[in-house]
């Protein structure tokens, strides 16, 4: 082979993880020509092959050669990484990792996921050890706002960020420590709330976290997540302000003021970042859509394919449900594509992109929006005008799309025991129900989506609202809430909503410390190291 068939062969096998063939080749390469990419990939194969002496050899004799090529340092880094801290077979390992840490910057674009791993790798071995109170320290070196949201997919499973793994750890801990209550009180403080929405608050919290015989370390963290967040906001004012009084209104700015108008407002004012990686590890397989469900029944015409992800039973009532709707041609899929399909009315007064439009056999069009939400929310019974809004616009406001009616599926999900392949219980996210409902032109419908628009248009044009602050704040409400690390009006101390909205300075808050509690821990592991 010549030297660019090497590269690229060499690269490819690299890419798709073999690397013992991938190490033959850049061996080969290293033979012809010694440059410092070529010697760089060498060590980097020889790394992830687990040959670390090689890869230290050849990095040593690098470093003679190349002293000044920075890939080199951060791949003996992540060589330090690889052989000394990430599977625990070092005695020495919290010393390494502390050297680690001390030639790496977590700020640095490259060295930054270093640091990242070599502290929660740490931190997991000091839980093991049962050294909480070290790995509560090793917890506080980390600036969350720079750990990666992202998960990743193994198998057919998603494991969780980093992110999630750090929020977790630190839950683990200031469980084990007897310091969640005292960091709750401190959060509630120093977000000022008042004193009758930190007891309603704090109980909330307390009672969806406690079990009988433990803490759920797995939703502690979601809330501390949500706290650490909302400081970071606050301090370092990290947020985008996208406000606009002469932007279009939209449709999902119809819902988002039926389900809260400070959401509304917020939401006018700042770009918030979609946050659905949280439960993504947690979902039994990947999450399906209809998009997916129809997909799949058009492969083979199986109800049971399309539903085998899930307990619902396959029955009469389901394909009579569903029949129609996997048999209509999907026009408009804003779900599962990037690039959003939008619509305006005729006076271009109005925006939206519904999250599928569908033409049935008959040739009727039909709208069609699909919602996920647990088995024991509040619209388990009955669907909310905030998101029925959103068809009653489609239907009423869109003349080009020629809709005839829509459809609102909500996707019921429980949390499951499943038993692993090494015996352990785990708890999943599973589908567990659904609910069809159709929606169709009619005057009741039609009143309520003009009064929607007269109540967003009234507060776009004012850009001031008066509200009852006791009422617009509920526990259960605005901690499942998208904005809630952006909302004042959670602390029961304001009254008025105003656009542009901006946000309160925090509370400076004397740390305390508390002494063990007896509480037990959720010890299910669902982290993947």
Request: charged fraction near 30%.
């Amino acid at each position: 082979m010549t030297i660019s068939e090497l590269k690229n062969t060499a690269k490819q096998y690299k890419n798709a993880g073999d690397f013992d063939k991938s190490m033959e080749l850049y061996e080969e390469l290293w033979a012809q020509e010694q440059n410092e990419w070529n010697g760089y990939f060498l060590a980097q194969v020889y790394r992830k092959s687990n040959n670390f002496q090689k890869a230290r050899d050849l990095h040593n004799q690098l470093a003679q050669r190349y002293p000044n090529f920075k890939p080199l340092k951060t791949d003996r880094l992540w060589l330090d990484y690889s052989e000394k801290i990430k599977d625990w077979d070092n005695s020495n390992l919290v010393s390494d990792a502390k050297d680690i840490l001390s030639n790496t910057n977590q700020y640095d674009q490259y060295e930054g996921n270093i640091y990242i791993k070599t502290v929660l790798s740490t931190v997991r071995y000091l839980c093991y050890k049962n050294d909480h109170s070290d790995a509560y320290e090793w917890l506080l070196k980390l600036d969350q706002s720079r750990i990666t949201n992202t998960g990743f997919l193994y198998g057919e499973q998603w494991y969780p960020a980093d992110r999630k793994v750090y929020f977790i750890r630190l839950a683990d801990v200031l469980i084990i420590l007897g310091k969640y209550v005292d960091y709750i009180n401190e959060s509630f403080e120093k977000l000022n709330f008042s004193p009758t929405k930190t007891r309603q608050f704090k109980s909330h919290l307390i009672d969806s976290i406690t079990y009988d015989d433990y803490i759920s370390r797995v939703k502690l963290a979601r809330y501390i997540k949500n706290f650490q967040e909302e400081f970071e906001l606050r301090e370092k004012k990290n947020f985008k302000k996208i406000y606009n009084p002469n932007k279009t209104i939209s449709v999902s700015n119809l819902s988002q003021y039926l389900f809260c108008p400070v959401s509304f407002a917020i939401n006018e004012t700042y770009e918030i970042d979609a946050n659905d990686t949280w439960e993504k590890d947690e979902w039994l397989g990947n999450r399906r859509n209809y998009s997916d469900r129809h997909r799949l029944f058009n492969q083979n015409q199986e109800y049971q394919k399309a539903f085998d992800d899930t307990d619902i039973l396959v029955s009469d009532e389901l394909k009579n449900d569903f029949g129609h709707l996997f048999k209509s041609k999907i026009l408009v899929d804003n779900v599962s594509k990037h690039l959003l399909q939008l619509f305006t009315d005729s006076h271009k007064s109005i925006v939206g992109a519904p999250d599928y439009i569908l033409e049935n056999s008959n040739g009727n069009k039909i709208v069609l929006t699909e919602k996920f939400s647990s088995i024991h929310s509040a619209d388990s019974q009955t669907p909310f005008d905030s998101d029925l809004v959103k068809h009653f616009a489609y239907l009423e406001k869109f003349d080009q799309t020629n809709l005839d009616f829509g459809y609102f599926i909500t996707w019921y999900w429980e949390l499951i025991d499943i038993e692993t392949n090494t015996g352990r219980v785990k708890k999943k996210i599973k589908i567990t129900s659904y609910r069809l409902v159709k929606v169709e032109r009619n005057n009741s419908n039609s009143n309520k989506l003009n009064n929607a628009l007269n109540r967003v248009k009234s507060i776009k044009s004012s850009k001031s609202m008066l509200i009852d602050a006791d009422k617009i704040s509920y526990a259960n409400k605005c901690f499942n809430c998208s904005v809630f690390s952006y909302c004042n009006h959670k602390t029961g101390k304001y009254d008025q909503i105003n656009l542009p909205y901006e946000l309160t300075d925090l509370n400076k808050v004397q740390r305390t410390e508390s002494k063990k509690y007896d509480n037990e821990i959720d010890d299910d592991d669902d982290l993947p190291f």
